[in-house]
């Protein structure tokens, strides 16, 4: 009888220090989480997911500036840009003749729509050139720059055709356009090719200087024309000359900014019959593999000005004593932080 008390007694005392040890086990386990959210809390922090889409950058702060700065000036001035402003925006970008003619340096694509209005009052001959040259050798590499890229597009093009080979719809109304636009009949590709090309730099910018009087001409003021081209249609803008002869209806055709003038006298020399010989030694040279030079070139433009020789004369010394075939070789920067807007293009 007292045996099986005391078994049943043992028993239940084993049972009881069982569940006290898995009491204490588990309150041990509650005391070391307990502490662990103590020493190291949870991060209730919520990761966002990486954007997929962009975010627009901010304005640049060097380009914004140069803006400002030629705002201000052309705001002081009633809206027009002033030679002050114009000097101030090529000191803040360093940009300089020299280092350009040198080839140690590229140039801006800073591209202005205008000249200053007040070039002419300018009393330094050296520094209004170096403006006027400053200004107008952005935009002709620039117009360069865009005929070199369509010429790359007419090879792609004519490539596909001539090994079967289909284009699409918008590259053939391109194509089509390029041969109107030129004055080509269609798939003459080498006819097209041999006009749609460059004009270096150095006969452009001696011409520019010749025919706007270094940009100081009423014309290049008051409509952007540098070259003194001829319009007699209605629908063209432009300006009469004040010593037109009577009975005579031409005008001087005005333009919307100075790249406008500059498209229209490349695109002048590039189709109009009186230039075909400087078509031809513009395709003789590049078939010899040389560097396209103005003061060569500029022999076949004694159509250009009833002045004839003299005009060409004229030209080759401004050419020279400018020293403007180093700019032949000149290029674009790649960097177009440089665009600024209004008054630019």
Known sequence: MSTDIDLDMAVVTQSKRFHLAVLGLLGACVLVLAGAQILRPANTVSKAPKSIIALPKEKDPKKASLEQALKGDQKRAGGKLTVSALNKTFSKIGY????????????????????????????EADERKSLFFRTLLPLVLRVNEEIKENRAKVWRLRHRLSVGLDIRAEDRIWLDAAFDKYKVKSARFDRLLEKMDVVPPSLALAQAAEESGWGTSRFTREGNALFGQ????????????????????????????LSGSLKAYVLNLNTHKAYRGFRALRKQMHEKGEVLRGYELVTTLDKYSERGEEYVTSLQAIIKNNDLMRFDKATLDDDDIKHLNNPLI
């Open 96 to 123: 300089e003749l020299d280092p350009v003619l040198d080839g140690k340096s590229a140039v801006p694509r800073l591209f202005l729509s205008s000249l200053p209005y007040d070039l002419g009052r300018m009393k």
């Open 230 to 257: 001829w319009t007699h249609n209605p629908k063209d803008k432009g300006i009469v000359p004040q010593n037109r002869e009577e009975g005579k209806t031409h005008r001087i055709k005005a333009f919307d900014s």
